[in-house]
């Protein structure tokens, strides 16, 4: 049992060489290393898919290998903000989440400020009749579950959530934006130190559009970005402030990244890190991410993996072009051949990349603990299994932290 072995580890008579590693501190001279944590690893008690004592398990997995967390949910928008007005926060998830990241010395990241999806309709909505074009009225789908996108979101993404009704104006919804991002950044100021502050903007596919058509982009403009980082500054100016999205292992979207950012900086707007959410597939080689890492340093930003995961269903292995919001239920099936190997590779592979890239790369963080809180749990993503046994994927990670150390 891997936390039991991790415990001899503590006594005197074991050899160091016995020892097992642990990833935070194998890359402690490099990045922080991670995890994505649901709410009961925070609060105790049994979770979606794990009984109690699994949790806790989880939880103990989780103080050991990782010096960082990130929220899975709590922080989005639906769940912290559910209503208008002064008392419609619900901060109590959130509080748990940020004691128990102090109370265990973690670097707390806030996950995120402003998004397309999960975001109650009600931010949208005013007397401003919608445009013809707004049809779909698929809702949201729910926390928790796998999301989908409904057919009648194929068009937009999840980026309508639902709501055709009568819209906010510019003016209305920048006030909404700045007094979430004010209420729920200045709560946690000095405590949460980097923050997603815009999620998944950048529109996919190979198509010219940079942005992805959501109602924040419809209603108050492409500046909506520049402005959720301004008032995020003005709410903490000393956060480190992400623009964050997935799929940037692709050229295409990579390059929509760079024009983004490059636009945002020619404006000023406080953007101070790259988040790359990188939830890949298991043909993600050291060079296509060393090919990434290496554009996308060229901003001259420090870069985040935000949220790693390599997915190693058959179906799962997307067309990086692709909705990241179609994935969970993509990642079905079986498993890839050798998937456990492939696994392996990948990982070392992107490792290697993350190591090579170390002045830029200063954060890494999994998208999950194990494969059996993952959101995508049928693709076995992560470096340990649903028993917290480290899979050969978490020797091929700490064999790239030992061959650096040792060049
Ligand atoms: O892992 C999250 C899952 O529990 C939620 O149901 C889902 C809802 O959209 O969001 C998942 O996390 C997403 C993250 O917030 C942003 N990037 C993509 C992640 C996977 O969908």
Known sequence: MWLIVSTLALSPGVEAA?????????????????AAVNRSMVTGGAAFRRSAEQNEMDVALLKEQFNQISPENDLKWQLVHPREGADG??????D??????????????GHTLVWHSQTPNW??????PPPASATNTTPSPAVGAAATNGPGLARFGRGFGGYTGPRASREELLQRMRD???TVVGRYKGKIKTWDVVNEALADGTGTNVLRNSLWLQIVGPDFIAKAFEYAHEADPDAILRYNDYGLENPEKRKKLIALIKMLQARK?????????AHINVSTSFEIMDQALTEIATLGLPIHITELDVNSAQSGQRNTGADIANNAAT???????????KLADAYGGIFRAFVKHRNAVKMVTFWGVNDAVSWRAQGKPLLFDG???PKPAFDAVIAEAKLSTSK
């Open 387 to 389: 028993n917290n046994q």
């Open 331 to 341: 990642a079905q099936g079986n498993l890839v051949a050798d998937a456990d190997k």
């Open 18 to 34: 016995d020892r097992p590693a642990l990833l935070k501190d194998a890359f402690k001279d490099y990045f922080a290393v991670g």
């Open 269 to 277: 707007a406080p953007v101070h890190a790259i988040g790359s959410q």
């Open 123 to 128: 931010v949208f909505a005013g007397t401003n």
């Open 89 to 94: 926060f619900d901060f109590g998830p959130a």
């Open 96 to 109: 748990s989440f940020v004691n128990f990241g102090l109370s265990n010395r973690m670097q707390i990241v």
């Open 180 to 182: 979430h991002i004010h």
